[in-house]
């Protein structure tokens, strides 16, 4: 046995027994009147600490492992998974806003580029669109009607350069028809994230974009899509200046069209890995490395649907 296989075993094992000491002291400590504890009080996050301390550890001699073939591939990857079931890499509060404050304009600071927001009270952030508004933006302001000859010409040309894609993957389709409403806010976001969402849904048409991105255009970055009423419903990319292209699908059709509250989480760790949650159920998990840097901000895109965030919380790593 290696020092760097006997080092990396002994930290997993106290990691482990930590763990298991905290959940067996909290079971023994039942008693007839259990002690009162003030339910406003603000929680305490110190009894984590020790915890983290020993999985940041153990990643670091894994990761060293890893530089120097210090041992059996396999066994580090093993490893690998089992710090990442005690690790919490998402540490740092980036952006919380639940719009109880009626007003999307400061802190944080949303910017609407396409349609409309507005609060609504006791929801939260609603996309409209103009009534008389039947097609995407444009940069002049006017609708465009799409040429048949030109749309074929378009979809040889990108046939021909491989898609504009990075990685191969197939182009998702989209209507581009549909009014759009966008909006997006300025925040630093690390490359590792935590992205909890809680939306309803009005209507049943149209697709819903969140995501982070890079760059001040806001063209480039991880997408989650939400066709409303399709399959796939869910739809996981990452878009570049080559253009866009899948990472992941759902292929069941989910709907939130009841109008109740639904949860969205999006996870992307340290190693690129993504998981993707809807009411706590996991629909999606993959891998993907094209952004390497940090994001520039947060933009949410309603493509024609009835939408409304009342709550979103980003948390980022170290």
């Known amino acids: 046995m290696t020092q760097y296989t006997y080092r990396i075993m002994t930290i997993a094992a106290a990691a482990i027994l930590a763990s298991a000491v905290s959940v067996s002291v909290v079971q023994a400590q039942t008693t007839t009147y259990p002690s009162w504890t003030n339910p406003n009080a603000p929680q305490s996050t110190t009894a984590n600490k020790p915890n983290e301390e020993l999985v940041d550890e153990l990643n670091k001699l894994i990761s060293q492992a890893e530089r120097d073939r210090a041992a059996s591939p396999q066994f580090l990857r093993d490893l690998r998974d089992l710090a990442r079931r005690y690790d ?67 979809a ?32 630093n976001i690390t490359n590792a994230f935590s992205i909890n969402l809680e939306l309803t849904s009005w209507k049943n048409e149209g697709f819903l974009e969140i995501g982070p991105y890079q760059g001040g255009n806001r063209e480039a970055g991880y997408r989650l899509r939400y066709h409303t009423g399709k399959n796939p419903s869910f739809e996981l990319l ?4 080559r253009g866009s292209g899948i990472i992941d699908t759902h292929n069941a059709a989910i709907s939130l069209e009841d109008k109740k509250t639904h949860a969205i989480s999006w996870t992307r760790d340290q190693f690129g890995e993504m998981r993707i949650s809807v009411d706590g159920k996991q629909i999606m998990k993959s891998t993907d490395q094209s952004f390497r840097n940090a994001f520039d901000g947060f933009a949410v895109n309603n493509h024609g649907g009835d939408y409304i965030i ?9």
């Open 310 to 318: 009342s709550r979103i919380i980003i948390d980022g790593a170290k």
């Open 156 to 187: 040889i040309l990108n046939q021909a350069l491989g898609g504009g894609q990075s990685g191969g993957s197939s182009q998702s389709p989209q209507n581009t028809s549909l009014p759009v409403a966008a909006i997006h806010t300025a925040k």
């Open 88 to 154: 919490n890499p998402w540490r740092v509060s980036l952006l919380k806003d639940d719009f109880s404050d009626g007003d999307f304009t400061q802190n944080p600071v949303w910017k609407v580029t396409k349609g409309q927001y507005r609060i609504e009270r006791n929801f939260g952030l609603r996309g409209f669109f103009d009534s008389t508004s039947t097609s995407t933006n444009s940069s002049s302001g006017g609708s465009q009607k799409a040429d048949p000859a030109a749309q074929l010409l378009g």
């Open 238 to 241: 990452r878009v570049s200046s």
